[in-house]
């Protein structure tokens, strides 16, 4: 076993059940992902997820102020 794969093996056991069971879809998605060679696709989404929250964000007090 590889040091990745143990240090996996390692913390789904000591997570609690619900994450644990979460990084194990997760991580057979980016199998999957990779198998097809289109890791670039999981990307591309994470970055967009990002602006999606950024968006979702309350503007911040400056924002605020210079409206008024």
Request: charged share 40%; glycine share 0%.
């Amino acid at each position: 076993m590889d040091v990745l794969t143990e240090k996996l093996d390692e913390r789904l056991r000591q997570w609690k059940p619900d994450t644990a069971a979460m990084a194990r879809e997760r991580i057979a998605e980016l199998i999957e992902l990779a198998d097809h060679d289109i890791l670039d696709i999981a990307r591309s989404h994470a970055a967009e997820q990002e602006v999606l929250d950024l968006l979702d964000e309350p503007p911040n007090r400056l924002d605020v102020s210079l409206t008024r």
